[in-house]
């Protein structure tokens, strides 16, 4: 069964700072990754997602996320975080086999100016 | 492009009414529509998906003749919460999966709705 774990249920960093948000995946077969940002009572803004080729996802706003295979993670990064950035965000992996997608837990960002 | 909309954004009814909620695509067609269910602070949970033409499949655990899909068109699927009760108090997204014609790029993804509040007294 597939499953994605997001350790940290909060992640803070000042504007300026680089930002991690960790993910790691349990899929049978070769994962499809995305992540997703939701700011309060909105639904999902997708980011990036990660189907095959080069380890190194950019997305949106400066976003970017590496798949690293051998440790089944894919962790968003931004090199320098705006307050802006503050929201709710979710890893998800889908199997290639069909389009049920599993979320994380979410981790919420906290960028202080 | 790739825009879905969810109708209405917040619904407010007493127990044991019906509400039904409305997801569109609007700028394409979409094979598969999906319904997450998301209580505060906590992740999305799939609901059911639902393909134009046919039968809603249901996760575990989701009450079918309580949740009630009908993807009827290509570009429209709705949820009917049926005799709604305070602890269906939630915020309900819809996901919408775009036909592999629609552009390449966006095969695999799923187009988010903004959610609809619905809040049962």
């Known amino acids: 069964a597939q499953s994605v774990a997001q350790p940290e249920d909060q992640v803070n960093v000042a504007e300026g700072n680089p930002l991690t948000v960790k993910c790691t995946y349990s899929v049978s077969g070769n994962p499809y990754l995305f992540w997703y940002v939701q700011y309060p009572n909105r639904g999902l803004q997708f980011l990036l997602k990660y189907i095959t080729g080069d380890n190194l996802v950019k997305g949106s706003y400066g976003f970017e996320a590496e798949f690293n295979k051998s440790q089944t993670s894919f962790h968003l990064k931004k090199p320098s975080a705006l307050v802006s950035d503050s929201a709710l965000y979710f890893c998800?992996?889908?199997?290639?086999?069909?389009?049920?997608?599993?979320f994380g837990a979410g981790t919420r960002l906290f960028v202080k100016a | 492009g790739a825009v879905v909309s969810q109708h209405p954004s917040w619904v407010i009814c007493k127990s044991g009414t019906s509400v039904k909620i409305e997801c569109r695509s609007l700028?394409?067609?979409?094979?598969?529509m999906f319904w997450y269910r998301q209580f505060p602070k906590q992740s999305l949970m799939l609901m059911a998906t639902?393909?134009?033409?046919?039968?809603?499949?249901?996760e575990q655990g989701v009450e079918k003749d309580k949740f009630l899909i009908n993807h009827a068109s290509l570009t429209l699927s709705t949820l009917t919460v049926t005799s709604a009760h305070p602890e269906d108090s939630s915020f309900y997204i819809c996901s919408a999966a775009p036909h592999r014609d629609f552009v390449p790029s966006t095969y695999n993804e799923q187009f988010f709705g903004p959610g609809t509040r619905l809040t049962v007294l």
């Open positions: 700028d394409f067609q979409a094979t598969t």
């Open positions: 639902s393909n134009e033409g046919s039968k809603a499949t249901y």
């Open positions: 998800a992996v889908r199997d290639t086999g069909g389009f049920k997608t599993i």
